[in-house]
């Protein structure tokens, strides 16, 4: 097939088409006797799991699995996909006990200390974020860090000590409209208000329930793709 029905057919354009080849995604096009690219079933059913698996694993994941293929290392790109569900999971597993932890200050009608805090060092042993992230995500807007007055050193209370789980659990996620609006609602987030933090945490969860149904679906033309180049 003509490059321009190939891209037509993937409501894509050729420019677009032909950087997946320059790339490596797609095997390199045969050439007609008038130079014209041509591409095969197999070509399409290449550009079929870009579409599906771009947007479930991101485009860093999918280039990693399609270069494996076309090195015809089968099993290393299939544990790629693997080890990214089960990060999923182990996040997802993140926002269910920090759910249940919100739940039990809810539930004996407490809140929030007003007197915990904590400086960058302890956040990022419990959190396990690098300092340079806190920073970072501090800088961008997500909460501001109080100051010690002795020593000017940063001092993060408990509703940012959540944020920061939370964004944690983001970062392992696709950009998409989602994951920001996920985090401008954890940006706007009434500090101290256990109900409303409980409440996105509900918000991410249905969120990476929507990535593993997504992740699941985009397997079938992956797996479909294995099976074509290795019968």
């Not at 997946?20 to 995604?25: C, I, N």
């Not at 961008?140 to 100051?147: C, L, S, V």
């Not at 985090?183 to 990476?208: A, C, F, H």
Request: hydrophobic share 35%; glycine share 4%.
């Amino acid at each position: 097939m003509r490059p321009k029905k190939t891209a037509e057919k993937f409501k894509m354009s050729a420019s677009t088409l032909r950087n997946y080849e320059a790339k490596g995604l797609i095997p390199p096009a045969e050439r007609s006797p008038n130079g014209y690219r041509m591409y095969t079933l197999q070509h399409e059913m290449y550009l079929a799991c870009i579409q599906a698996m771009a947007p479930a694993f991101g485009m860093e994941v999918t280039t990693g699995v399609l270069h494996s293929l076309l090195r015809s290392e089968w099993d290393k790109a299939l544990w790629i996909v693997r080890e990214k569900e089960v990060i999923l999971y182990e996040e997802k597993k993140k926002v269910e006990q920090l759910k249940k932890e919100l739940e039990e200050y809810f539930n004996t009608g407490q809140g929030f200390s007003n007197e915990k805090r904590f400086s960058i060092h302890e956040v990022s042993s419990q959190t396990g974020v690098q300092k340079t992230a806190i920073r970072y995500w501090e800088k961008d807007g997500f909460f501001t860090a109080e100051r010690n007055p002795e020593n000017d050193y940063r001092l993060y209370n408990e509703t940012d000590l959540v944020k920061i789980k939370f964004i944690q659990v983001l970062q392992n996620c696709v950009y998409s409209e989602d994951t920001v609006a996920l985090k401008q609602s954890i940006k706007m987030l009434d500090q101290y208000n256990v109900e409303e933090i409980s409440k996105l945490s509900d918000q991410v969860i249905t969120y990476l329930n929507k990535t593993i149904r997504s992740q699941m679906q985009a397997m079938a033309p992956l797996c479909e793709l294995v099976d074509f180049i290795t019968s």
